[in-house]
């Protein structure tokens, strides 16, 4: 498309709250046609994997609301990141939230182009047969090829 | 009266929007795509979307906390 306009996001983070705004600010600018390149790196690439795990910690987040108050204490006790994941996941659906694997799922189908950080590929061991496929893999420069044409870039 | 009605109610940010996209494409350029939503942010990110997307947002109403809008495709 001509005159398309285009989107370019450097996703870094890994929990399934922050794997949210990558995936909602892209599949949102693909339904506004913009040409969307997410760059997946560091913990970012957790959410590229075929079988994700994604948690989420109150610990270290003082932010998060909680049901109940805390302690810090009690935080740290085996199986509370996978509680509180557990009870997010829930509200999330109960508030009519998408899920992360029903917005990668978007995603993909609006053209969404993914690029994984080799470099952080291979420091943490992980094999592109573990990653989705259609992922193109590749470093800084190919990224910023990919932004110096970009209309918006973000952070995340 | 609407070609195409869109059941959105119960989702939130961005879903009414994706698959408000996602029926668009499948319609015909001048048809009429009704949306219901609950979304309250669904008001503002619809005007935004048709108003970026060159869509006409030819109705917008809200009664008892259903949003309801009509769509016609550029």
Known sequence: MANQKKLAIIATKGTLDFAYPPLILGTTAAALDYDVTIFWTFYGLQVLKKKTNLKISPLGNPAMPMPVPMPVLVQVLPGMEDMATIMMKQKMASKGVASIDDLMEMAIESDVKMIACQMTVDLFDFKHSELMDGVEYAGAARFFEVAQDADIVLFI | ?74
Request: one cysteine or more; glycine letters at 6%.
């Open chain 2, 1 to 74: 009266m609407a070609d195409i009605t869109l059941d959105a109610k119960g989702l939130n940010c961005p879903l009414p929007i994706l698959r408000a996209k996602k029926a668009l494409k499948e319609m015909a350029s001048g048809q009429i795509l009704a949306i219901e939503a609950t979304d309250p942010g669904s008001a503002k990110d619809f005007e935004s979307f048709c108003s970026q997307t060159g869509n006409e947002l030819v109705k917008a109403s809200e009664a008892n906390n259903v949003y309801y809008y009509e769509i016609r495709k550029s």
